[in-house]
């Protein structure tokens, strides 16, 4: 018998997956057991902007992106005809 075949044996995913009752795992066991007596706070999903400090706005970033993509290429063409190419 090969090791390929006693790992298919041993860990016969297609069995476990099959099961009726799936167990929780350990953790989420504990944070069942826990919050059972002391609920979390609700919470949002993303936190508040006033919240996170100060950030510019999107097309601030986007400008700036755009603006190294833009130096990158003429830098690059500057080079390419400097040296001949």
């Not at 790992?7 to 997956?17: K, L, M, P």
């Not at 979390?40 to 603006?67: I, K």
Request: a positive charge; hydrophobic letters at 40%; one cysteine or more.
């Amino acid at each position: 018998m090969s090791e390929q075949d006693d790992w298919e044996r041993e860990f016969d995913h297609g069995w476990a997956n099959s099961a009726r009752h799936k167990e929780p795992s350990a953790r989420a066991r504990m944070l069942a057991a826990r919050w059972k007596e002391n609920p979390p706070d609700p919470a949002p999903f993303r936190a508040d902007p006033e919240l996170t400090g100060s950030r510019r706005s999107s097309w601030v970033s986007t400008a700036v992106v755009l603006g190294c993509v833009a130096a990158v290429i003429v830098l690059l063409g500057y080079a390419r005809i400097r040296n001949g190419y």
